[in-house]
Every structure is written in C-alpha cells, then in structure tokens.
C-alpha cells in the first residue's frame, strides 16, 4: 500500500502544470498558494492543534496562547524531565507558544516548502531562586510532498522537518551565560520531537480539507454528483491544479454515463494571488440529461398555469388556426402536454449560455369524465438564455425564452402553418413553463469544494465550452 502511494508522489514529483488546451471533461481547479497559506494560518488559530500536539490546557479561554497553557502534567521540561540533569534549573517547562507565521513556498516537481515562526515562551526557578522567564525564537523548515490518495484525495505528506533555534531572550531572572549555553543545547534536542507534530497536525487538517474534494453533492432528489481526483496533483510556482472528474448517480445509486465529447476547453491562464475553477461543457450536459431521463422538463399546462390575459381556451385558437378545431365548440379549456424526449443542448461560447430544447406538444380538448381528445401534436425548439450566477457550492441559472420554433407533426382535423401559433405559444410557455424550469433547475451545477475557498463572489467568464471562475486569494 505505501509502495504505491509513495509511487503516486514520485510520478507526480515528476509533473507540473502547462497552459493550452484541457482535454478532458474533468472540472479544473488551481488554487493559489496564497490560498493554501491562509487555510494553513487558519488551522492554527485558536489553539486547537496546539492544545492536541502540546498537551492539557488548564483554561479553554486562554488555551495555549495565554500564560497559563502548560505541556502535559508536570511539562515535559519540567522536574524529572531533560532538564533535571541542570538541578539549579529547577520546573522550566514550555508555558506559552506564540501563533505561529506560515511562509510557504511551491517547488515545481519537488513539492511545498512550509516554514512556521513562532517563539516559545519557558518558565522556572532560577539558581538563584526567583522566577525565571525566557524566549526562544523558532522556525519550522519541512518540506511536504503532494500525491492523491488511495480514496483519489489529494494529500499532503511530510517528507523532512528540523527546527532552527534563534535569539533567546532572558526575560527576568537571572541566567549565568554557562546555564543559558545548556538551555540552548537542549533547546535543540528536544524542539524538533515538540514542534515537528504541529506540522503533521497541520498537514491532517489541509488533507481533511483536501479530502472533501471527494464527496457526493445532491441533484435535488433526483441524483448527486461525485468529485473524484482524475488524474494525480501538478503543482507550479504558484498554484496546485487539481483535474477533479465528476461521477453521476441516479437516486436510486446507479450509475448514469452521458457520451463524453472529447471537446477540448483553451483554459486561459491563472493571473497570481487568484484561485481559478474551470467548468467544463460536460457537467452542464450531464445535469440537463439527468432532468431528462427522470421527467422533471416535462410539464402538463392547464388554465390555471397562466395568466387571464393568455387565453387557454379553444375560442381563442379559433380565431388563430379555426381549421384545426375541427366542430369542438368555443369556450372549452385547452390542455398543453409538453414532454423533453432528448437531452437538452447546452452551448457555451463568446460569453453567453444558451439552451437548446427540442420538445414535442400535444394540444389536447378536456373530455368530461373521459380522455383529453387530442387536437394536433407540435414538433419545437425552445431556444432559451442562461443567466449564471455562483453561490460557494453551485453554479445557478436563471433561463429566459429567447425564441421558439416548430412545424406541425399531425393534426386530427386540417394541417396548418405553425408558426401562426408562435407568438400564442411562446406567451403561454412564458407564462407557465419557465418558471418550472427556473425551479427545477435549484439544483445548479455543482462546483467541487476546494480547501475554503469560496466562489460566491468570483468574476464569471464564459469562454468556449467552458465557465471559468475567478476569485481573489
């Protein structure tokens, strides 16, 4: 099992990322290390890695940041512990750890370099009795390599920590120079086995993090969507880009393949102190398709649907196609059965969204107590705009009629031209059926979750088969 991870993070020491074209249909994310930095400073805040690696605090307000933390029972620098060989050293031991200043640094086929500075603050007795307070200034050098994990997570791994001691300040009491040479001497034994697991704690935070780029978002009640890693991380000077594929399952758990075009997207390049997901056409097909096949963009539109002034009505179809009504008197309600037999097209290009839906509609005359008498079958094409709209979880749209056109498939009295009934049609799908779609289409498109980032406020651009999003770091 480490045989293979470790092979994971060697072929991926051996990558990096290239602009140009994107071709496969996976969502592509490239996080700044800006980001990362900030997730990792995240972590730290409050104490909590702190308080797990260090020990017990005795206060949940002050926690390890305030002067009452302690390292364990008796601290681990404490009487009985590697400073009882310097008996005129009597209970020093670690009271207090500043937060610590992350600098990170990406290495191209190598991996990330993280530094955490921080000073540690020692309390005891001093030889001559009196209490005695010192500070020692610590960086944290490790370098972590980044893989994908046996779940297909991104992960990040320590490879090598060490500490470098710095100033040590004598903050009261009193030190002889000797006794300030022996605590730096064991300073820089014990440090590395006391300041090493913050790392390795930090680090299992980010993978949490990293990890939930694996998981099931829902489709309403009608399906979810799986992110997994495609293939392994690439890492540049500036940003990790992740090529995440997109799993789609029905409620009931099977698995829903949609042909996969090979289209390739041209991503444009990521401008620094940014994080960037790219959308592919793909995911867009693959939620309209699974609308589809459940039903959910068929509609059946009765009177009550609409408006009073868009007649449903067969007096108001006379007076637009009277051969088609046959000898059904005026003044019967008109029912409209709408049914979506193909997968909806999806077109993304010169920063516009548009939707194609070819649909067939059977206009049907209620019978009492009997079946709807069926009048004439139309063939359309609904030609709908999008307006896209990111939330931290989901693409949102918005659609619009932007036209309509069809012919005539049968008729059970005379054929006529359709498109007499255009502008009647297009207000009654208006009316009653785009306000279905808009609710339906709640479910959105879902965008992977990457670290914190949050894209509810990103600049959205729609490129050639593709949406990129764009947030600040």
């Known amino acids: 099992m480490m045989l293979g991870v470790w092979s994971l993070l060697l072929l991926w020491g051996l990558a990096s990322p290239c602009e140009g074209l994107l071709e496969t249909v996976g969502t592509l994310a490239r996080i700044d290390k800006d980001e990362l930095s900030k997730a990792i400073q995240n972590s730290l805040v409050g104490g909590p890695i702190l308080q797990n690696v260090l020990g017990t605090v005795t206060s949940v307000n002050q ?25 005129e050293l009597s209970g020093l031991k670690i009271e207090e750890l500043t937060l610590p200043e ?57 490879k090598r920590c060490s500490t470098l001691l710095g100033h040590i300040s004598l903050l009261s009491g009193l030190l002889p120079a000797p006794l300030l040479a022996v605590v730096q001497q064991m300073l820089f034994k014990v440090l590395p086995d006391l300041l090493c697991p913050v790392v390795d704690s930090v680090l299992g935070v980010m993978n949490e ?23 392994l991380p690439l890492i540049s000077n500036q940003y990790i880009e992740l090529n995440i594929n997109s799993i789609v399952k029905s409620a009931a758990g099977d698995l829903i393949d949609f042909p996969k075009p090979h289209v390739p997207v041209k991503v444009p390049p990521k401008q620094d102190h940014t994080s960037q997901v790219t959308v592919p056409l793909y995911l867009f097909n693959t939620v309209f398709g699974v609308l589809q096949t459940s039903g959910a963009l068929d509609i059946d539109i009765t009177p009550e649907l609409v408006p009073s002034n868009i007649p449903l009505t067969t007096t108001h179809l006379a007076a ?90 049968s008729s059970s009295v005379h054929t006529f031209e359709a498109s007499r009934l255009e502008e009647w049609l297009s207000s009654v799908l ?7 779609l808009n609710v339906v289409l709640e479910v959105g498109i879902p965008l992977p979750k990457i670290l914190n980032v949050n894209f509810s406020n990103s600049a959205l651009d729609i490129i050639e088969n593709a949406v990129v999003l764009t947030v600040a770091s």
Not at 67 to 86: A, I, T, W
């Open 320 to 409: 637009l196609v009277p051969e088609a009504l046959g000898k059904l008197p005026p003044g019967q309600h008109l029912l409209l059965s709408l049914r979506v037999k193909e997968v909806p097209t999806v077109t993304l290009q010169n920063k516009k969204a548009s939707i194609s839906i070819a649909a067939t509609i059977h206009v049907l005359s209620p019978v009492p107590q009997g079946t709807p008498a069926a009048l004439f079958q139309l063939n359309e094409v609904l030609t709908l705009n999008a307006q896209l709209a990111p939330s931290a979880t989901k693409l949102h749209l918005s659609l619009s009629l932007e036209r309509l056109s069809g012919k005539l498939a």
């Open 430 to 436: 208006r009316a009653a059926y785009m306000s279905k």
């Open 209 to 231: 993090l990293l990890g939930a780029t694996l998981s099931l978002v829902p489709l309403g009640t009608l399906g979810s969507v799986e992110f997994t890693l495609a293939t």
């Open 102 to 158: 992350v600098s990170l640094k990406l290495l191209p086929g190598l991996g990330v370099q993280l530094n955490l500075h921080t000073k540690v603050g020692l309390h005891g007795s001093g030889p001559l009795g009196g209490l005695l307070q010192l500070a020692a200034e610590v960086n944290v050098s490790s370098r972590v390599a980044l893989g994908m994990s046996s779940r297909g997570t991104p992960t990040l791994v320590l």
């Open 63 to 87: 926690g390890l940041l305030g002067s009452r933390g302690l390292l364990g029972g008796g601290g681990l620098l404490g009487y009985g512990g590697v400073f009882s060989v310097v008996q």
